[in-house]
């Protein structure tokens, strides 16, 4: 779908734009739809809801223009916010994600995810346990990109342990990005869904989002981030107390993994297990388990985890 809007001329239509097109920008990015602007017009193509959701906001921003009122861009984001959540339609409970994959936005499909997302929203630890397919990196990454876009964190800081599943795959060339790049893929790849490439680029080199092997977290403390550490069950015990130490003021933390699918070579050493059993009474410290039900791949991908699931009243590793 395709719209085009007339642009006022002078002051109407710096205000409209924003600085150096900016407010344009802001709404591509959230969307996640094509937002040009030449001579006296805007044309916004994409999904049809959300460019529809576009042409609300931006009669809105030009409303308040024509009035003499151009908005900051903390209101521009009110606006972007509040006519996305209008998309949703009424009935619609929990948080709202301003990320968006191909012009939709992300959001939560089971109670179990939506359990997770709010679970995010209102805890600043979280550990989100489950098989393949039940979005555990996926809504991990949407809720980072949202507390990014919404300046509730500066920086997103994905962590992923180095270790390969069952396979030598012996020395990596280049230089240390192409070195990691194999094991934070799955992270790349979800980040890829609501961001421009362009924009990753920048936001990577400018350390707004920072792709991180586990063993380079030892040392650090991350304020005002939100830290996402993925395949968590591949982390031993002191890797584990390691990772959690480095939250700093104003940071969420978000720990995923799957403990049918540990690699280390003793099971019983996951830091992921034992952080459960350690934290699960913590105060501030959330636990969301997703199950079979919560797969959202292919329909195959349920079947797969049914077929390797353990049998019945077979004990968890310990």
């Given at each position: 779908m395709e719209v085009i809007i007339q642009v006022p001329p002078g002051p109407e239509r710096v205000g409209l734009l924003g600085s150096a097109e900016r407010n344009l920008k802001m709404i591509r990015e959230a969307l996640g739809v094509h937002v040009t602007a030449r001579d006296d017009t805007i044309r916004v193509s994409?999904?049809?809801?959300?460019?529809?959701?576009?042409?609300?906001?931006?009669?809105?921003?030009?409303?308040?223009?024509?009035?003499?009122?151009?908005?900051?861009?903390?209101?521009?984001l009110e606006v972007i916010a509040s006519e996305a959540g209008r998309r949703d339609g009424p009935g619609r409970?929990?948080?709202?994600?301003?990320?968006?994959?191909?012009?939709?936005?992300?959001?939560?499909?089971s109670e179990n995810q939506r359990a997770y997302i709010e679970a995010i929203e209102r805890h600043d630890m979280v550990f989100a346990t489950g098989p393949a397919g039940t979005g555990k990196t996926y809504l991990a990454v949407a809720a980072a990109v949202h507390l990014l876009r919404t300046e509730r964190v500066r920086k997103v800081v994905l962590v992923r342990p180095a270790v390969e599943a069952g396979e030598k795959l012996g020395f990596l060339p280049g230089d240390i990005e192409a070195k990691?790049?194999?094991?934070?893929?799955?992270?790349?790849?979800a980040l890829h869904d609501m961001m421009e490439y362009a924009q990753i680029r920048?936001?990577?080199?400018?350390?707004?989002?920072?792709?991180?092997?586990?063993?380079?977290?030892r040392g650090r403390t991350l304020n005002n981030a939100a830290i996402i550490l993925d395949e968590a069950q591949n982390t031993t015990r002191g890797q584990?107390?390691?990772?959690?130490?480095?939250?700093?003021?104003?940071?969420?933390?978000i720990v995923t993994g799957d403990t049918t699918q540990i690699d280390l070579p003793d099971p019983r050493e996951s830091g992921l297990i034992d952080?459960?059993?350690?934290?699960?009474?913590?105060?501030?410290?959330?636990?969301v388990g997703l199950t079979r039900d919560d797969v959202v791949r292919h329909p195959l991908v349920q079947r797969v985890v049914d077929a390797y699931a353990?049998?019945?009243g077979?004990?968890?590793?310990d």
């Open positions: 994409g999904d049809h809801g959300a460019v529809s959701t576009a042409r609300a906001i931006i009669d809105r921003i030009g409303n308040a223009s024509k009035r003499g009122e151009p908005l900051s861009r903390e209101q521009v409970e929990g948080v709202r994600l301003s990320a968006y994959s191909g012009g939709r936005q992300v959001a939560p499909r990691v790049n194999p094991y934070l893929r799955p992270l790349l790849d920048r936001f990577m080199e400018s350390d707004v989002v920072e792709l991180v092997p586990l063993a380079f977290m584990m107390q390691m990772f959690l130490t480095r939250m700093g003021q104003g940071s969420k933390v952080a459960l059993r350690r934290l699960s009474r913590v105060p501030g410290i959330a636990t353990p049998p019945s077979t004990p968890e590793v």
